[in-house]
C-alpha cells in the first residue's frame, strides 16, 4: 500500500495548523496592544499625530518620502542607536495610534523615527525641502521647489521667507516663501519623535549602564 500520499496530508495538516496557531497567536497579542497613560511621561503614550502634521504625513506618502527613508530604530549590528537615530529600540506598541504605519524598508537616506528629536527646528527643514544642498551638502536628496512659492517682495519681506544663503539667494527683490504644503511636512518632521519610555522596549547598553549608575548611587 502507498503511503506516501497519506504521509504528505499528514506534513501539510501539521505545517497549517503551526502556522495557523502562529498567526491567531500574532493577531490576539497585537490586537489587545493599546496606549498607555503615563502622567510623568507627558500623559497618553504613543502621542497622536495632529493638525499640520497629519497633514504633513498625507504629504510624505504622497512624495514617496518612504522609498529612502524608514521609521524603525533596530538594534542589531551597526545599531542605530549607536548612530544617534533613537535611544531604544523601536516596539509594536509605537505604532498602534498610526492609521498608516510607515516603517518603510529602504535606507538611501537616514531613518526618521527621531528626526524631531534630531532636528526640532521647522525652518531647518523647509530649507532641507527646498534644497537639501544648503542643509547637507552633498545629500543625494531631490529639491522641492514645487513646494514653494517665489515671489516679489512688496513692501516688507514676509515673515515666514526662507533665509536662504548668499550662494543659493534668488533675484534682488524677490523673496521664496514656503506653501501649506511644505509648513504641514516640516511640522510632520518635527513631530516624529520617541521620547518616552515602554517597559517592553529594549534598552540600549549604554541606558542600562547609566541606570545602574544611578541605582548604585542611590543605593550608597
Known sequence: ???????????????????????????????????????????????????????????????????????????????DIERGWGERQSVARDYIDQGRVL????????????????????DWHLLHFYNPQITSEGSNMPSYPFLFETREIVGEPSANALSLPEEYAVEAGYEVVPLREAESLAAYMTSLKVDYDLDEAPKSNEVMAEELAVALENAQ
Not at 24 to 34: A, D, H, P, R, W
Request: net charge neutral.
Open 103 to 122: 516603517i518603510g524598508n529602504m535606507r538611501i537616506g537616514p531613518d526618521l523615527t527621531n528626526v524631531g528629536q534630531r532636528r526640532s527646528d521647522e
Open 1 to 79: 500500500m502507498n503511503r506516501g500520499p497519506f504521509l504528505f496530508l499528514g506534513l501539510f495538516l501539521i505545517l497549517a495548523s503551526s502556522w495557523t496557531f502562529l498567526l491567531k497567536q500574532s493577531n490576539e497579542e497585537f490586537g489587545k496592544l493599546t496606549a498607555l497613560v503615563d502622567e510623568e511621561q507627558g500623559g497618553l503614550l504613543p502621542r497622536g499625530v495632529k493638525g499640520p502634521a497629519a497633514h504633513g504625513k498625507e504629504l510624505y506618502q504622497e512624495l514617496g518620502c518612504i522609498a529612502c527613508h524608514t521609521q524603525q530604530v533596530r538594534v542589531a549590528a551597526g545599531s
